[in-house]
C-alpha cells in the first residue's frame, strides 16, 4: 500500500513537470530574429527533482500531450505533426537529457554548485547533436529552413551550409540555455531540497 501510493505521488509529480516544462516552454523572447525559450529550465529541473526515472517520464507525459494535441510546445503549438517539424530533434530528446540530470544528479551527489550545473551541461549533449541533425536533415528538404540557418549566422564569414546549421541550431542557443535556464533550474532545485531537508524531507524520487 505504502508503494502504492509512493507511486501515485510520484506520478503526480511527474505529470505536474510535465505541465510546468510546457509552460516554460512558452517564456520566449528575441534578439534579432533568434528565438530563445526557457524550456530547458523544466526539462533539467524534472530530472534534479524527480530523479533519472520519474524525470525521464515526466518528459515522456510532457510529450504526450503536445502528440494528442495540446498546445504546450513552443509558440502554443501541439499535434501530432510537431514532431516531423525542424525542431522535433530536440523535443524527443528531452526525456533522454531529464534521465541524465537525474542519473548525474544521484551519481555524483554534488556538494559544488559548478559540477551539479556542467552535469546538466553534459545531459544535453545529445539533445543538441539530434537537433542539430534532424534540423539538418529538414533544412536540405526546406529551403525556408535552410534560410533561418543562414541568416541567423550572416554574422560569419562564408561557411559552408552543414557549419551554418549547426552554429544557428547548436551554438546561438548555448549561452542562454546554459547560463540562464540551467543556473536556475539547479537554484530552484536546491532551493527546494535545502527547505524539504530543514523540514526532515529528504527529496529522492525515482530510482
Not at 7 to 20: D, K, P, R
Not at 74 to 103: E, H, M, N, Q, R
Not at 170 to 187: E, W, Y
Request: charged letters at 10%; one cysteine or more; a positive charge.
Amino acid at each position: 500500500m505504502v508503494y502504492s501510493k509512493w507511486n501515485e505521488l510520484n506520478i503526480v509529480l511527474a505529470s505536474t513537470m510535465a505541465i510546468f516544462t510546457g509552460l516554460t516552454a512558452q517564456l520566449s523572447f528575441k534578439i534579432g530574429m533568434i528565438p530563445y525559450t526557457m524550456q530547458n529550465l523544466g526539462v533539467v529541473l524534472s530530472g534534479l527533482l524527480l530523479g533519472p526515472y520519474w524525470g525521464f517520464l515526466s518528459q515522456v507525459i510532457y510529450l504526450l500531450l503536445i502528440a494528442i494535441g495540446l498546445n504546450l510546445a513552443s509558440g502554443f503549438i501541439g499535434g501530432i505533426g510537431v514532431f516531423f517539424g525542424p525542431t522535433a530533434g530536440y523535443l524527443i530528446t528531452f526525456p533522454l537529457a531529464a534521465f541524465l540530470c537525474g542519473y548525474f544528479r544521484k551519481l555524483l551527489n554534488p556538494k559544488s554548485k559548478f559540477l551539479l550545473w556542467f552535469s546538466t551541461v553534459i545531459a544535453f549533449l545529445p539533445v543538441y547533436l539530434v537537433g542539430f541533425l534532424v534540423f539538418y536533415r529538414y533544412a536540405t528538404l526546406n529551403s525556408a529552413a535552410f534560410s533561418f540557418a543562414t541568416q541567423a549566422t550572416s554574422f560569419l564569414d562564408s561557411v559552408s551550409p552543414i557549419v551554418a546549421v549547426f552554429v544557428a541550431t547548436t551554438v546561438i542557443f548555448m549561452p542562454q540555455d546554459f547560463f540562464i535556464d540551467h543556473a536556475l533550474a539547479v537554484g530552484v532545485y536546491l532551493y527546494i531540497r535545502d527547505l524539504l531537508e530543514k523540514k526532515g524531507v529528504r527529496l529522492e524520487t525515482g530510482f
